[in-house]
């Protein structure tokens, strides 16, 4: 909107308080006066009138006769007015000073000339966020998950209209609202984009294990925890990025026990050969010597053997069994589960 059009010696039709952007006004000056300037003028995009409003002057002011002429006093709308005087000779020196909330349109300073009119034409006092239709670099909230697309960052002055729009930032995408903001009068329309986190959703399925999840959405993570029994073969974590889960899905490996070990004077009973499944027990006996402890281990579900291990003590001889061809006997094998 522009300011009422304010022409000290003019006359007051039809007057309105709403002068939007494309309104026409005319200027007609009381009697004995006349327009200095041209008295149809438009309000233009910016809240100022095009071209700038006349002044009415005495008639007698725009002969070349009127060497001492004076000029009229300066009404500016929306002026402060001090030190007011009704004879501004030629030469007279004013400042117009704005009221709280308005800036000066034009120059400040002016002086009354030998034909009786203001020089330079009297400013106009406007809104200070109507003094330019032009935006600087659109500012984007603090902390905020969006972003200015790169192709604006170039620029620091925006023409009135002008549209900027912004993207979700990495590992972001679009919830709700619209992306564009405008130039109005010097303002920035509110950004209305809302970006959500990206979904990356079950980071997939692990045979005898299981993920465990901070969250499925950027940034969250997913670790990889084997069953009982089972050892992780491959990487552990899986980060959920801006297109997925990055990383492969592990393995979960049986864990299994390598030859139970020796014990002096002792044998294992059995035929059975490595690798040994958890839980497989296998049982000691003694050659030489009396068996001191549990004559059964078993191989644990993290790969080991129980313990303790048996002991053969003693001097007392034990006869071995001869088995069928001469050869010694290891006994029998028990492949029991705990």
């Known amino acids: 909107m522009c300011p009422a059009p304010e022409v000290a010696n003019s006359v007051k039709k039809g007057v309105t308080h709403d002068y939007k952007v494309g309104a026409m006004v005319t200027v007609a000056c009381s009697a004995g006066f006349e327009a200095r300037g041209e008295r149809n003028v438009k309000c233009g995009d910016d809240g100022q009138w095009q071209p700038p409003l006349p002044q009415c002057v005495p ?77 600087g670099v659109p500012e984007t909230p603090r902390g905020s998950n969006v972003q200015l697309a790169p192709k604006f960052f170039s620029i620091e002055s925006f023409a009135a209209g002008a549209k900027v729009y912004y993207l979700c930032g990495v590992g972001h995408v679009r919830d709700q609202g619209s992306k564009y903001r405008k130039c109005i009068r010097g303002q920035w329309s509110p950004l209305e984009l809302q970006c959500r986190r990206r979904l990356c959703g079950s980071a997939g399925e692990i045979h005898n294990g299981r993920y465990i999840y901070t969250g499925v959405e950027f940034g969250d993570i997913a670790t990889a925890k084997c069953d009982s029994g089972f050892q992780l073969v491959g990487q552990a974590t899986r980060n959920c990025l801006s297109r997925g889960w990055d990383g492969h899905d592990p393995l979960c490996e049986e864990l299994s026990c390598e030859d139970p070990p020796e014990v002096p004077n002792a044998e294992v009973v059995g035929f059975a050969e490595a690798p040994y499944s958890p839980r497989t027990v296998v049982t000691y006996r003694c050659q030489v010597g009396v068996l001191i402890g549990p004559s059964d281990i078993w191989c644990t579900d993290n790969g080991t053997w129980s313990s303790p291990l048996p002991q053969c003590k003693g001097t007392s001889h034990q006869v071995l069994n001869r088995a069928p061809g001469g050869g010694t006997s290891r006994g029998r094998f028990t492949n029991k589960l705990l």
């Open 59 to 135: 008639r007698a002011a725009t002969t070349k006769a009127a060497v001492a002429a004076m000029c009229p006093a300066p009404e500016v709308a929306n002026s402060v007015k001090k030190g007011v005087t009704h004879d501004y000779k030629v030469g007279a020196m004013v400042t117009v000073a704005c009221s709280a909330g308005f800036e000066a349109r034009g120059e400040r300073n002016v002086k009354c000339g030998d034909d009786g009119q203001w020089q330079p034409p009297l400013p106009q006092c406007v809104p200070r966020a109507a003094t330019t239709s032009r935006c």
